[in-house]
């Protein structure tokens, strides 16, 4: 059966033409107005996907990621408003998958809609030993790092913080996720090792680390890894 | 305790003379002996307090008498001629007492008036250059605590009645209980609590800062150890000096509030000339879309595919063009009323140009952009979305406004202590004389080539600016134009 997508927006102009798209690329979507309604349709119907607006009128948007995350590990895509940082950082910290800034064009929705149904497929399936990105070659396993064949020397850290990125591949992480993931919980307001990290990770891994394909940054919200499609 | 040094020391001294005298009392004559004791006066009178150089003249002439005229160590005499002896070293010593004591009086006056002026001119040429009322405040509290050897609070009024949480120090050293009488202060405008007639038990002594209109409130003083505060010299310079930092404070708020009606008039002007501009820009995409849009509506059937696809096009084109415009607007009215708070952190720059020319890929349209980061470059403390908005501007009108075959280079080095980030294009170059032009709100260039609403560049001087940096357009050796963005080494 095709994926059932809940979306959460009171916008009736937003919801008239996401309801064309998502049907047209053949997904099933039920629709809720407020938050409490969408609540009340997340537990009942136990959509694969929710696409949640975070400027609802009853309540914040980001009290529905919280509720949810309580009970379940159902995929969640924010719309938000461009230039709210801190909702963004705040919606993935409490568990959102991944956001999309209004206005954006169909295409990329769709694109960050099929990255998390395969993220959640992959899940339960479990990854594989063996990851591939671009020239990078991973052996999770082995712990052994190949670019273009050649071995690759990484530090405990940079390994560790490889290793995050590549589990939650295609998803952002914020500062504070990667910090917590890599240095644990008390290391989390110092940012500016991971972008020392990220930098020393993008110098190894990249082709040109001026313009990363792979490691990407979301600027001023976190950090992505982007595997090739 | 320091009078019983003093008296031990002219004791001291008197010994001294005596043993001198003893010493010497058969090479000199009697009258000659009380010379030395006059030095020893002389001595005292220089250390000691006015009574205690007196007290010491009496002691050295019955000293004197005792050791140094016969009959030895008794007061008897033998020769009545003595007395004169007497009579003439007392009022000569009485005279040096009081004399050198009121010449040292004039001196420790002339000292405190030095030191008083040299703490009121320290107080107003720090207060000079606040243009905060709670900064000058606090600039205010702080020398206080210097001048005056004593905790120094100063509070200030929160919805016009003074509260203790509007403080200059981080702890509270006063009992929360007290603030009633800093309030009775603020109102009355005269100083209570310690050693005055209101509230004497108070923990500390509240003196309000009051300026020619009003009070703008409350300093509290908290006893010294030797309580030399309350010393009456003390007490009158406390009250200068909580004068003139009630003048300050009236400076700061009346700059500010002269600043405030220039920002406004600069706003009223903004926004008119917004409204101009609005009209033209705003309604023309919204035209074309309506147009497109209604016209895909009511002629659907009779349209070729062709046409229908153009359509669609102008109108996710000028949507998207649309909508740049309200983000540009928005942003620069965010600016210009202040409400952009800098986030800002220290980020590798290769991070941030990595970041802006990954996203930038579909407007380059395959165009080469070169990037030429200097090797250790140090990390720059900003707002990482905020300078990544500033080089994705510079870029897109590079790629507006020059030949799509040209090639554009990012270069970034460091330079007396500035790191300098330079977006290069070689394309027709600015007109000469337009350099600062282009950085006005809803400047558009000569050529009329230009389609945007004149904000992109305003806003980039905007973002440089906050980041305490600069911005400017520069001709390029060789064709083109050269931004050039330089901002200041800083740390955390």
């Known amino acids: ?143 052994v790092v190949r670019v273009d064949s050649k ?51 993008r110098r190894k891994l990249e082709r040109n680390p001026a313009r990363p394909k792979y490691l990407q940054t979301e600027p001023g919200v976190g950090y992505r890894l982007v595997p090739e499609e | 305790m320091r009078s019983l040094r003093e008296a031990l020391l002219a004791i001291a001294i008197v010994a001294v003379a005596t043993i001198a005298s003893v010493a010497l009392r058969d090479a000199l004559a009697p009258t000659n002996l009380a010379m ?28 004197f008498d005792f050791f140094c005229v016969p009959p030895y160590l008794t007061f008897a005499v033998s020769d009545y001629q003595y007395v004169f002896t007497f009579a003439g070293m007392l009022v000569v010593a009485l005279v040096i007492s009081t004399q050198t004591a009121r010449l040292k009086e004039h001196a420790s006056h002339a000292a405190v008036r030095e030191a008083r002026t040299e703490a009121l001119y320290r107080l107003s040429s720090k207060l000079a250059g606040e243009t905060r009322v709670f900064e000058a405040a606090r600039s205010a509290a702080t020398l206080a605590e210097d001048v005056f050897g004593a905790r120094v609070v100063i509070f200030l009024p929160e919805d016009g009645n003074l509260s203790f949480r509007r403080r200059t120090s981080d702890l509270l050293p006063v009992p929360p209980s007290e603030e009633s009488i800093a309030q009775w202060v603020f109102d009355h405008g005269h100083k209570a609590g310690l050693r005055t007639d209101v509230h004497s038990d108070a923990t500390a002594l509240y003196i309000p800062l009051r300026g020619a209109r009003e009070t703008f409130g409350v300093l509290a003083v908290l006893p010294d150890l030797e309580n030399r505060i ?63 849009a209604s016209t895909l509506r009511t002629q659907d059937d009779r349209l ?9 096009e102008s ?12 983000g540009n607007l928005l942003d620069m009215t965010k600016f210009e009323s202040g409400g952009v708070e800098l986030r800002r952190d220290l980020y590798p720059l290769e991070e941030i140009v990595g ?27 900003v707002d990482d979305v905020l300078l990544g908005q500033v080089l994705w501007n510079l870029l897109e009108n590079a790629t507006k406004y020059t030949p799509p075959v040209s090639p554009l280079d990012l270069a970034a080095f ?79």
């Open chain 1, 1 to 143: 059966m095709k994926p059932l997508i809940l979306l959460i927006e009171d916008d009736a102009q937003i919801r008239r033409f996401l309801r064309a798209a998502l049907d047209a690329e053949g997904y099933r979507l039920q629709e809720s107005i407020t938050a409490e309604e969408g609540l009340a349709q997340a537990a009942s119907r136990q959509p694969d996907l929710i696409l949640l607006d975070l400027g609802l009128p009853d309540r914040d948007g980001l009290e529905v990621i919280q509720k949810i995350r309580e009970w379940g590990k159902i995929p969640i895509l924010v719309l938000s408003a461009r230039g709210q940082e801190k909702d963004k950082i705040a919606a993935l910290d409490l568990g959102a998958d991944d956001y999309v800034a209004k206005p954006f064009a169909v295409g990329e929705l769709l694109a960050r809609i099929r990255a998390a149904l395969r993220r959640s497929i992959t899940r339960v399936d479990g990854a594989g030993s063996l990851v591939k990105f671009g020239p990078v070659e991973v052996d999770l396993e082995k712990r």
């Open chain 1, 151 to 201: 071995e690759v020397h990484l530090t405990p850290n940079e390994y560790k913080l490889l290793q995050v990125l590549i589990q939650h591949a295609g998803k952002v992480l914020t500062q504070r996720q990667l910090l917590n993931e890599v240095w644990g919980p008390q290391h989390t307001e110092q940012a500016q090792y991971l972008r020392v990290y990220i930098a020393q990770l």
């Open chain 2, 36 to 63: 030395i004791y006059l030095g020893g006066v002389v001595v005292v009178a220089m250390r000691c307090s006015r009574w205690v150089s007196v007290t010491s003249s009496f002691l050295s002439v019955a000293a």
């Open chain 2, 230 to 292: 309350f010393a009456p010299e003390q007490q009158q310079l406390l009250e200068v000096f909580a004068g003139q930092t009630a003048v300050a404070i009236e400076r700061t708020l009346s700059q500010r509030s002269a600043e405030e009606t220039r920002v406004h008039m600069q706003t009223e002007q903004m926004r008119s000339s917004l409204l101009s501009a609005m009209s033209h820009d705003l309604r023309t995409p919204l035209a074309s879309i309506t147009g497109a």
């Open chain 2, 304 to 312: 070729p595919l062709e046409t229908k696809q153009e359509l669609l």
């Open chain 2, 315 to 326: 109108i996710s084109d000028e949507a998207e063009r649309l909508g740049r415009l309200v």
């Open chain 2, 355 to 381: 970041t802006v020319l990954q996203r930038m890929e579909p407007q380059l349209e395959g165009r080469a952009v070169s990037t030429d980061l200097a090797e250790n470059l140090p990390m720059v403390f």
């Open chain 2, 414 to 492: 460091e330079q007396d202590g500035a790191v300098i980030i330079e977006v290069r294009d070689r394309g027709p170059g600015i007109p000469p004389g337009e350099e600062e032009l282009i950085f006005e709100k809803f400047y558009r260039g000569k050529s009329e080539k230009a389609r945007g609403a004149g904000l992109g560049l305003p806003i980039c001087r905007a973002i440089v600016q906050a980041h305490r940096g600069t911005i400017q357009a520069l001709p390029r050796d060789g064709g083109g134009t050269t931004f050039r963005i330089s901002l200041p080494v800083e740390s955390k």
